[in-house]
T-cell receptor, first 112, second 114 residues
Framework: DQQVKQNSPSLSVQEGRISILNCDYT??????FLWYKKYPAEGPTFLIS?????DKNEDGRFTVFLNKSAKHLSLHIVPSQPGDSAVYFC???????????FGEGTQLTVNP | NAGVTQTPKFQVLKTGQSMTLQCAQD?????MYWYRQDPGMGLRLIYY???????DKGEVPNGYNVSRLNKREFSLRLESAAPSQTSVYFC?????????????FGNGTRLTVT
């Protein structure tokens, strides 16, 4: 069973508007929740993270929200810019700390 | 800053051939990882090494072997390549688990097995 799911394979938004990317998980054995961004022909790069003891973390235009009761994680980008167009992966770190489990990814396209 | 360096960038193999993917990091990280990325499936962990001298299986280890040569280098070997191993392979490193420290990825090796 897939433990981490990003149910939207793609998302298209207008420049300047808000982008909301979602991630759901199925159990509670994760301590840290991370978002990565990936451009074509490059490796994923770290964007922002949140620990399980918090419900919000903000870094400039990027905010991550964690709803532990709903087992739901979201990334808000506001305002969205064309350079934000990329694949976004959520990644969850197990309590043991040994590895990350990734979602399937969401392709974000920001239209000028 | 080189970060994580993977070689080669591209490779085409015939079924049954073998090859080794090389990975090196210059960030003095303890942990290193090999992932594969397939369309619609995200990144799946093949093997990881929490520290020099240790290796452990990830989610999809079958058909692969790894060697943590030293703290800097972590190689992935395909002994007998199969078409199902056609994928993009990413090596990554991090300071260590349990703290949310992010992974740093290389730019990937695109492997095609015919």
């Amino acid at each position: 069973d897939q433990q981490v799911k990003q149910n939207s394979p793609s998302l298209s938004v207008q420049e300047g508007r808000i982008s909301i990317l979602n991630c759901d998980y199925t159990n509670s054995m994760f301590d840290y929740f991370l978002w990565y961004k990936k451009y074509p022909a490059e490796g994923p790069t770290f964007l922002i993270s949140i620990s399980s003891i918090k419900d919000k973390n903000e870094d400039g235009r990027f905010t991550v929200f964690l709803n532990k009761s709903a087992k739901h994680l979201s990334l808000h980008i506001v305002p969205s810019q064309p350079g934000d167009s990329a694949v976004y992966f959520c990644a969850l770190e197990e309590t043991s700390g040994s590895r990350l489990t990734f979602g399937e990814g969401t392709q974000l396209t920001v239209n000028p | 800053n080189a970060g994580v360096t993977q070689t080669p960038k591209f490779q085409v193999l015939k079924t049954g051939q073998s090859m080794t993917l090389q990975c090196a990091q210059d960030m003095n990280h303890n942990s290193m990882y090999w992932y594969r990325q397939d369309p619609g499936m995200g990144l799946r962990l093949i093997y990881y090494s929490a520290s020099e001298g240790t290796t452990d299986k990830g989610e999809v280890p079958n058909g692969y072997n790894v060697s943590r040569l030293n703290k800097r280098e972590f190689s992935l070997r395909l002994e007998s390549a199969a078409p199902s191993q056609t994928s993009v392979y990413f090596c990554a490193s991090s300071g260590g688990g349990g703290t949310g420290s992010p992974l740093h990825f290389g730019n990937g090796t695109r492997l095609t097995v015919t």
